[in-house]
T-cell receptor
Framework: DADVTQTPRNRITKTGKRIMLECSQTKGHDRMYWYRQDPGLGLRLIYYSFDVKDINKGEISDGYSVSRQAQAKFSLSLESAIPNQTALYFC?????????????FGPGTRLLVL | GENVEQHPSTLSVQEGDSAVIKCTYSDSASNYFPWYKQELGKGPQLIIDIRSNVGEKKDQRIAVTLNKTAKHFSLHITETQPEDSAVYFCAAVESGGSYIPTFGRGTSLIVHP
């Protein structure tokens, strides 16, 4: 769905490096989410934001931080990357103001930490 | 918190057969149950959903059933086609609460031509 974009799509980094994954949306939705997908573990919530001034930890926030720079932008940072953070990362949005539960996912960022 | 179990983790069928994926949830406050399909190289996309006041919902070849008493819901795909091959996720949501979905671990469906 081109309305939710993620950059980069692929990233290889080394242990200890700081990296940032970026998400932008043109859907005008208020809520944004970061998920991590690992084989056999499904989608696990890292952080979510209900609006620009609201940030909440999800199920697996340790080792991650986020920034909601604007309604349309939500970034995920790994302060000091470690190999077990190798995964597929998804950004998603939803429109809470309309009472909609549907989540709209970006195409994902595949991260490899060496 | 909510816990969603999804089975099987992998499902292999022949084209034209039916496929069934089952999920159970633990929190009786959950009242909205979406299903997402993730095609290779893409993000998950909503394909069908059901609310707790409905027992069954159909959309062409796909249907979802819900048993609130037993706390389980299922996705049914009839006349499977190769393009149905994907990873499917179920989720449970407390609509009217946090609206944060709890996802199952996913089912990889493979449809053999």
């Amino acid at each position: 769905d081109a309305d939710v974009t993620q950059t980069p799509r692929n990233r290889i980094t080394k242990t200890g490096k700081r990296i940032m994954l970026e998400c932008s949306q043109t859907k005008g939705h208020d809520r944004m989410y970061w998920y991590r997908q690992d084989p056999g573990l499904g989608l696990r919530l890292i952080y979510y934001s209900f609006d620009v001034k609201d940030i909440n930890k999800g199920e697996i926030s340790d080792g991650y931080s986020v920034s909601r720079q604007a309604q349309a932008k939500f970034s995920l940072s790994l302060e000091s990357a470690i190999p077990n953070q190798t995964a597929l990362y998804f950004c998603a949005t939803s429109d809470f103001r309309q009472g909609q539960e549907t989540q709209y996912f970006g195409p994902g960022t595949r991260l490899l930490v060496l | 918190g909510e816990n969603v179990e999804q089975h099987p983790s992998t499902l292999s069928v022949q084209e034209g057969d039916s496929a069934v994926i089952k999920c159970t949830y633990s929190d009786s406050a959950s009242n909205y149950f979406p299903w997402y399909k993730q095609e290779l190289g893409k993000g998950p996309q909503l394909i069908i959903d059901i609310r707790s006041n409905v027992g069954e919902k159909k959309d062409q070849r796909i249907a979802v059933t819900l048993n609130k008493t037993a706390k389980h819901f299922s996705l049914h795909i009839t006349e499977t086609q190769p393009e149905d091959s994907a990873v499917y996720f179920c989720a449970a949501v407390e609509s009217g609460g946090s609206y944060i979905p709890t996802f199952g671990r996913g089912t990889s469906l493979i449809v053999h031509p």
